[in-house]
């Protein structure tokens, strides 16, 4: 979704970090896309399309980039803001999000790589400090659930 006024157009986009728990080793990982301009990794996102709420944007754009089905994690919501362009505002709501789908496959064009990255080296891949903040914020609501009931 976007709407320009006073010459500046402000974007939305909706995604999630998804995690698995390995059943065997009990590791956590993290689905993580590696963008085909750049190559750098981050969390499947896209734009709100009309109509849609924000968690039906999330659940959608994880599955057209990734094929990966997850279920969203109550009561993580969290919001980064940044200029991606000059004129460009753009803001990004991203939840936390589980699942136990181990294949994934990249949209043809746009994602370049899909990967379950292990959740304890995950901050050292991503490139962007709002990516990493995100992760952090994931990391501390997932202290508090316990990890049988994950």
């Not at 999330?58 to 279920?71: D, G, I, N, P, Y």
């Not at 200029?83 to 043809?108: C, H, I, N």
Request: proline share 5%; net charge neutral.
């Amino acid at each position: 979704m976007s709407v320009t006024e006073n010459n500046i157009t402000f974007e939305k986009s909706c995604g999630a970090l998804v995690l698995r728990r390995d059943a065997v080793t009990g590791q956590f990982y993290i689905l993580m896309i590696r963008h085909r301009p750049g190559g750098y990794r981050s969390f499947p996102k896209g734009h709100v399309e009309s109509g849609e709420t924000e968690r039906e944007t999330a659940l959608r754009e994880v599955m057209e980039e990734t094929s990966v089905q997850f279920t969203v994690v109550p009561d993580f919501r969290h919001v980064v803001y940044y200029t991606p362009a000059p004129g460009v505002e753009k803001q990004v709501v991203y939840f936390l999000g589980r699942t136990d789908q181990v294949y994934v496959r990249p949209r043809r064009g746009e994602i370049a790589q899909v990967e379950w990255i292990p959740l304890d080296g995950a901050e050292s891949v991503l490139t962007h400090n709002n990516d990493k903040k995100v992760l952090k914020a994931a990391c501390e609501k997932l202290k508090s659930i316990s990890k049988e009931n994950w």
